[in-house]
Structure formats: structure tokens, C-alpha cells
């Protein structure tokens, strides 16, 4: 991961010390001024070997601290990790439906921490395992969890989607809070999926049904409208996907628009990219997004059984 900045002594005048902090070229302030995103290199097609994909219906990407990516491989009931250029290193899991160790049934999302301690929404469970798929632990209770989000106090955020709520785990998956009922007032979902969490521990909830994306603090109490239906500029139409950078963007994948928009944390709309197909660069029913450290963004390109990761163009 590179450096968040660079402090410098600049002058010492009666004992008094003034700092200055400089941005690095891949620090916030060079993540946050990005408003081009080019196509680098894809991987994945549709089948069940190594580095290929079965995701009709689902699909869930993130991305540790040295680079690799893990991928919900739903439909083949496992998770695949790979080097930031698409290079295959492992894989785990196996279709089961017992609760067993390792088993999954349809992981629709995957999540790592900062100890790169990497989780798995298995249906009704959380499964946590570290970074080569040795299993550790799992918890919770849903019906079925989506999406699994942690903040930086080692919390847990679950779209429990078909009890329409967000729900909040302690870091030993100890229950604390839930929200939501089903409805599209403010406060309420209609499938809620997608889940991201930005560094002052505010929660953002894509809803497939209702078009847009909520933003909640951490207790669960609504804070704002992020984006709503449509197709211009800002607007969602079936939003699943959802990740925050670490200048507090917010990137969504806008499945029923074919494309991947950047938004500020207050919705304010930055930039997008794609259309739907199959080319380099378009996408079909995207479904899963995540940001590393350098701000390259991961796609989960679920219609076309594939990942595509893309640079920021800097000014």
C-alpha cells in the first residue's frame, strides 16, 4: 500500500514547529482529483477451472493490502484469489449446505480486513478465514446475508436482504444493532445488497428494488441520499455493488446502466465509465467493486463471467 502522505519541518520560529503535509502521487489527494479511469487488463470466463467463473447471479470482489484479489465465485460455491494482474493463486470452498467448514452456498460477496483476515456472507453465516482460505471462525444469523462490510474497529455491517435491514456485529460477531423495515421511505429498503463502510464509520446500503443508495452512521440513523433512480449523471437504476477509497469516494456498480460511477461520500457525482457489452471496458450486470490502495478499481463483471480492473488517469 503506498504512503498517505509526507510530512516536512518547514520552519522553527520560538520553539514553535510548522508542519506540512504533502500528498504522495498515490495518496487520497491523487484519488480524489482522478475523474478518468482507463481500461488496464481482465481475466476469467465462464466455467469451473481455475480462474473462470459461474456468477448468474452474484459475484463479490475485494482487495487486501498487498494487492491480491479475492473473488465470490457464487455458482461455484468458492473463492479465488489472484495477484492484482489476474494471476491465479488459490482457491477454496466446496458446495455444501450443512454448515460445514468451508462449505458455502452461493457466497454473493467476499471481504478482507487490514489484518487480511478475509470473510465470506455464506447464506445464513459469516465464515472468516485467513488470507490462503485456512478456515477460523463463523457467526451471525441471517436470512440470507448479502453483503459484509468492517470498519476500522473490527465491526461488522450485513444486508440481511430478505428481511430488508442492515445488521451490526461487534468484532466477535456479537450482535449490536440492526435497522430497516421493508418500504421505500427513508430508513427502509426493498433489497437491500451492496454495503461499504468509509472511514468515519458511515454505512452505505445499495437497494436493487428501490434505485438508489442510503448513507447511515454507524448506529444506523439515516443521514442522507446518496443517489437515486434514473440514468443521468449521479442517478442508479439496480445499484449492487458499492466500495469507499481511502479519500472517502464512493464507487457503484449501476447494473441496470451498464457502468461504474464515482461519486463524492455526499453524492456529489465525479465521473463513470462503461456501457453494456462485452468489449474491453463495457460491462454486463455488473455486480461487485472494489478500490486498492493505488486507486485501481476491480469489476466484477458478472453477465460476462469475468474481472476487469481499471487505472486512474491522472491531470
Known amino acids: 500500500m503506498s504512503l498517505l502522505g509526507r510530512l516536512m519541518v518547514c520552519l522553527v520560529v520560538g520553539g514553535a514547529v510548522c508542519v506540512v503535509v504533502t500528498s504522495c502521487g498515490s495518496g487520497p489527494a491523487s484519488i480524489s482529483s482522478a475523474t478518468q479511469y482507463e481500461f488496464v487488463t481482465k481475466w476469467g470466463s465462464q466455467g469451473s477451472e481455475d480462474g473462470q467463473f459461474n456468477l448468474p447471479n452474484g459475484g463479490g470482489v475485494a482487495v487486501d493490502g498487498d494487492g491480491n484479489v479475492y473473488v465470490a465465485d457464487s455458482y461455484n460455491h468458492r473463492i479465488q484469489k489472484f495477484d492484482s494482474d489476474g494471476g491465479f493463486l488459490t482457491k477454496w470452498g466446496t458446495e455444501g449446505y450443512s454448515g460445514g467448514e468451508g462449505e458455502f452456498a452461493l457466497p454473493f460477496d467476499v471481504e478482507v480486513d487490514t489484518d487480511g483476515n ?3 456472507p455464506d447464506m445464513a453465516r459469516i465464515q472468516k478465514f485467513d488470507s490462503d482460505g485456512g478456515f477460523i471462525s463463523q457467526f451471525g444469523a441471517f436470512g440470507p446475508a448479502t453483503a459484509v462490510a468492517v470498519d ?8 440481511d436482504t430478505n428481511n430488508q435491514r442492515v445488521r451490526k456485529l461487534s468484532s466477535s460477531g456479537e450482535f449490536v444493532t440492526q435497522w430497516g423495515t421493508q418500504g421505500n421511505g427513508l430508513g427502509q429498503f426493498m433489497f437491500p445488497y451492496g454495503i461499504a463502510v468509509d472511514a468515519a464509520a458511515n454505512v452505505y446500503v445499495t437497494e436493487e428494488r428501490n434505485h438508489r443508495i ?15 433512480s434514473g440514468s443521468g449523471d449521479g442517478q442508479v437504476y439496480s445499484p449492487w455493488g458499492i466500495a469507499v477509497d481511502r479519500a472517502d469516494n464512493v464507487y457503484v456498480t449501476d447494473q441496470g446502466n451498464g457502468r461504474i460511477q464515482k461519486l463524492t461520500r455526499n453524492g456529489v457525482f465525479i465521473t463513470k465509465w462503461g456501457s453494456p457489452g462485452s468489449d474491453d471496458g463495457q460491462f454486463s450486470s455488473p455486480s461487485g467493486v472494489a478500490v486498492d490502495g493505488d486507486g485501481n ?3 466484477v463483471d458478472r453477465g460476462n463471467h469475468r474481472i476487469q480492473k481499471f487505472r486512474p488517469v491522472w491531470r
Not at 214 to 228: D, E, H, P, Y
Open 118 to 120: 478475509v470473510y465470506v
Open 214 to 228: 442510503q448513507k447511515f452512521s454507524s448506529s444506523g440513523t439515516f443521514l442522507s441520499l446518496v443517489a437515486f
Open 297 to 299: 478499481v476491480y469489476v
Open 152 to 159: 476500522a474497529d473490527g465491526n461488522f455491517y450485513v444486508t
